[in-house]
C-alpha cells in the first residue's frame, strides 16, 4: 500500500520539506510552503496562471493586469520547480523515480475566495461568467504546468485539484459579505462543466471541507479522490464503489487539526477495519488506496511531519501484509 501526502508543509525551506517527501512517501506530494509570503493555496493557484489579478487589503481581485505579489507568486513556481529537480535527482535520493503529485486550488474554491474587480466587494461565486473565466484560466495553466513538468521530469505526474469550498458551494451555504444573504447555488451542471476545464487525465480530486458526490466527481473526469476515511458503512460503501469501478482513494487517516500523530498500529487497525468491509480483492485494494494525512501539515513543526509520514509508511507495510 503506498502512502502520500496532501501538499502543505511546515515552515519555509523548500529543500527540507522536498527531503522529506522524497524519503518517506511513494507519491511524493510536491511541497506548499504557505508561510512564504505570497505563497498561500490562493496565491500559488494564481501564480501558475496568467489571470489579470491583483492583491489588495481585502485579499486577491480580478483587475486589469497581474501585479507585484502576482510576480512574486510566480517566481516561487520558477524556484521550486528549479529547487525540485536539484534535490530529487541528486542530494537526497540519487534519481528519484516515484510518481510526484502536484496540487493546485480548484475553480470553486477560488470562486470563493477571489473577488470581482472594484468596487463591488462580491467573490466571483456571484457570477457564472466569472467562474467560468477563472476555470477556463486554471485549466490552460494546469495545461502548461504538466507540459513543463514532462519536460523536464521522466517521473509519472498527478494533478491534485484542491476544493475545500465545493461541499458549501453544493449547499448553497456560503455567506455573502455582508452575511445577511448566501451566495447563488450552482445547479449539477455548471458545477461539472466548471470542474471539466481543470481534470487533466488521471487527476484527483482533494475535499476536506464535506462530503462531495462522488458520481458528480466521475462525470467530471476525476480519477482519484482524496478525502478523510470515513467510519460510517454507507460512506464506506460509496467509497467501495468508486475503488470498484477503477477510482483512486488517498484515504486520510490523521486528524491534522492537531499535531500529534497515532501510532503506526492505530493507524493500521483503524483502516483494515474499513478496507474489510470492501468485497473485492485485496490485491485490487492494496493497489487502488493510498494513506494520508486529512489536510495538509503546515501549522505542524517539520519533524513532527517528518515522522507521520514516517507513521503512515509504517502503517501501510502493515495494511498489505494483513490484506495478502
Known sequence: MRTTGVGSMPGTSFAEATRIVATTQSVVAFPELPARPDSDMISRALGLSELPVERCLDGWRLSRKQDGAHRRAARWWRNDFDDFEEFTQGEFTQG???????????????????????????????????????????????????????????????????????????????PTTSGMHRYRRPDRGEIIRVLREVCVPGAWLHSCGGAVPLDLLKQSGFHGISCPLPGEPQQIEVLEEWIGTGGALAAGVVDTRVPRCPGHDEIAARVLTSLRHFAMDPGHIDDSVLLTPECGLASWALGDAGRCFETLDRAAGIVSAELA
Open 96 to 174: 528519484m523515480e516515484s510518481p510526484v503529485k502536484i496540487a493546485i486550488t480548484g475553480p470553486w474554491t477560488l470562486a470563493t475566495c477571489l473577488r470581482l474587480p472594484h468596487p463591488t466587494m462580491d467573490h466571483v461565486l456571484a457570477d457564472p461568467i466569472a467562474v467560468l473565466d477563472v476555470a477556463q484560466g486554471m485549466g490552460e495553466a494546469v495545461g502548461e504546468l504538466v507540459a513543463r513538468f514532462a519536460s523536464r521530469f521522466p517521473n509519472e505526474l498527478i494533478i491534485q485539484i484542491d476544493e475545500p469550498a465545493l461541499a458549501g458551494v453544493l449547499g448553497g451555504a456560503l
